[in-house]
Nanobody
Framework: EVQLVESGGGSVQPGGSLRLSCAAS????????MSWVRQAPGKGLEWVSG????????GYTDSVKGRFTVSRDIPKNTVYLQMNYLQSEDTAFYYC????????WGKGILVTVSS
């Protein structure tokens, strides 16, 4: 059974940092495209970052480029999202997803950026 479990969310002041983790089970990260998707209060889903399984590396939406870094630990089967210089606009539920077209989602974790 495929499972994705996010952790590491919380509240932080503007300019602060958080690292989200996504522990994956039931499949191998090395074979899978993984993404972070977020949903801000009252807004739709937004793709944030992805780790491509086909060797293309990583991708980011423009608003987080230079601030967020996605990485993975294959032995731990875990994907990370390091978020630096957080802004109030980054406040959202963050979801870990599997697949180019997501076929599995974590339950999500809340990130709140507020002074």
């Amino acid at each position: 059974e495929v499972q994705l479990v996010e952790s590491g969310g919380g509240s932080v002041q503007p300019g602060g940092s958080l690292r989200l983790s996504c522990a994956a089970s039931g499949f191998a990260l090395s074979d899978s495209h993984m993404s972070w998707v977020r949903q801000a209060p009252g807004k739709g889903l937004e793709w944030v970052s992805g780790f491509y399984a086909d060797g293309r590396g990583t991708g980011y939406t423009d608003s987080v480029k230079g601030r967020f870094t996605v990485s993975r630990d294959i032995p731990k089967n875990t994907v990370y999202l390091q978020m630096n210089y957080l802004q109030s606009e980054d406040t959202a539920f963050y979801y870990c997803t599997k697949g180019d077209v997501p076929n599995a989602w974590g339950k999500g974790i809340l990130v709140t950026v507020s002074s």
